[in-house]
């Protein structure tokens, strides 16, 4: 069974830096590419982030460009994602979700609360 | 960057009733749209890929249609479970888009 765990989420002060994690089972995690998609409370979904299976290749939404960074370690079949120079207007649900590309399966989510 | 234009965002339904969302895009994707629904504080799930491929389990009274800039997906005898929130997806670029979503409520 496929399953995708989202940690790392909590609250933090604007401007302050956080790292989300995604422990992946159930699949070879090495040959998929994963993504990072967002929901903010009461609104729709929002592509964060992409990575290739060996990290190669990997892409950003404009609103968070050069302020998160996408990783995996394919040894430990774990996504990460770190978040630095955090506003108040990423306050979302994170999901991890796997790429074949099409978002097939989905974590839980973890939430991330910007505030003062 | 792909647009995406999902209508309606409210539909008020009752269970027996065939319902269509709409999806449009800016720019043609040939069939590289999915579908997704998504309940309340749960993740979203796959319902659809390739515009009209149902994933595996998901019931047969979902469907979907289109290819290139308009696309369509029909619930033919809404249940009760499928009051929920369904949004488009295009996989066609980065960076990925989704559609606004469309809330689908008893009505």
């Known amino acids: 069974e496929v399953q995708l765990v989202e940690s790392g989420g909590g609250l933090v002060q604007p401007g302050g830096s956080l790292r989300l994690s995604c422990a992946a089972s159930g699949f070879t995690f090495s040959s998929y590419s994963m993504n990072w998609v967002r929901q903010a409370p009461g609104k729709g979904l929002e592509w964060v982030s992409y990575?290739?299976?060996?990290?190669?290749?990997?892409y950003y939404a404009d609103s968070v460009k050069g302020r998160f960074t996408i990783s995996r370690d394919n040894a430990k079949n774990s996504l990460y994602l770190q978040m630095n120079s955090l506003r108040a207007e990423d306050t979302a649900v994170y999901y991890c979700?796997?790429?074949?590309?099409?978002?097939?399966?989905w974590g839980q989510g973890t939430l991330v609360t910007v505030s003062s | 960057v792909i647009w995406m234009t999902q209508s309606p965002s409210l539909l008020s339904a009752s269970t027996g009733d065939r319902v269509t969302i709409s999806c449009r895009m800016s720019?043609?994707?040939?069939?590289?749209l999915a579908w997704y629904q998504q309940k309340p504080g749960k993740a979203p799930e796959l319902l659809i890929y390739a515009a009209s491929t149902l994933q595996s389990g998901v019931p047969s009274r979902f469907s979907g249609s289109g290819s290139g800039t308009d696309f369509t997906l029909t619930i033919s005898c809404l249940q009760s479970e499928d009051f929920a929130t369904y949004y488009c997806q295009q996989y066609y670029s980065f960076p990925r888009t989704f559609g606004q979503g469309t809330k689908v409520e008893i009505k």
């Open positions: 720019q043609g994707i040939s069939s590289y």
């Open positions: 979700a796997r790429s074949r590309p099409l978002m097939d399966y």
């Open positions: 990575i290739s299976s060996s990290s190669s290749t990997i």
